[in-house]
């Protein structure tokens, strides 16, 4: 943040567990304390999406479930509640940063974690149509293949990270972009919902960024692009 621009006075750096109702409280209670207030809120923290265990799918164990839910939805509904009469006050803004896989399309090898954001996309819009009367937008982000080290911090292999983007991002038919996003376009997306001077009437949006992945049907796309009636 310091090489992006800000001042040392105006970041403060809290550690700890999300999942942990102390760290909760804190991080809202020393944000009041040192800035006076809350402005926005942009929920980022989330993770489960490797299984300890090694098993994927619906095999994976209840304790990654139990991880998932409490770090993935259950923490963004307590920073929300916290976090909620700060930005009441100030008329602020509340980002949800899901994913694709919370979109209707089924996602096999995550189910907690797709359904875990899923939920998140749903309590995003229940919390758009109550809170916009008290001045308050809720919008979310819902990122596609991007490449970040999230799937390293759980335990893949770099270079099995990069051959699965590389695959994925080969076929226009899969991700019509044709490569995978960044860090700074997710972040663009989120400063963007959370600036009211550039989208003050945009409320209960997911902002999906994905290269297009999400809206491409496999079948659909290798039918009517390859499909011919002669020689």
């Known amino acids: 943040m310091i090489r992006a621009g800000a001042s040392e006075d105006g970041i403060l750096d809290i550690k700890g567990d999300l999942r942990n109702a102390a760290v909760q409280s804190d991080l809202v209670e020393s944000t009041v304390k040192k800035f006076g207030g ?48 700060h930005l009441i006050e100030r008329q602020g803004e509340i980002v949800m940063v899901s994913s694709i896989c919370g979109l209707p399309q089924g996602c096999p090898a995550l189910p907690y974690y797709s359904m875990s ?13 109550e809170y916009i009367s008290k001045g308050v937008r809720v919008n979310s982000v819902n990122p596609g293949i ?24 080969s076929d226009g038919k899969r991700v019509p972009a044709r490569r995978a996003g960044t860090s700074m376009e997710i972040a663009q997306a989120i400063a ?4 009211r001077s550039m989208s003050s009437y945009v409320v209960g949006h997911t902002l999906v960024v994905d290269g297009g992945c999400s809206i491409v049907n496999p079948v659909l796309a290798y039918y009517s692009l390859d499909y011919k009636t002669s020689d």
């Open 38 to 85: 809350i402005d926005i809120l942009v929920n980022n923290a989330a993770g489960g999406a490797i299984d300890n265990s090694n098993e994927q799918g619906f095999d994976q164990g209840m304790d990654n479930y139990d991880y998932i839910l409490d770090l993935n939805l259950r923490s963004v509904v307590v920073l929300c509640k916290l976090a909620l009469p």
């Open 146 to 169: 991007i490449t970040t080290t999230f799937m390293q911090k759980q335990g893949a292999k770099l270079e099995r990270q990069l051959e699965r983007e590389r695959f994925l991002t």
């Open 192 to 195: 963007f919902l959370a600036d």
């Open 117 to 129: 954001k899923g939920a998140l996309d749903q309590l995003m819009r229940a919390m758009a149509v």
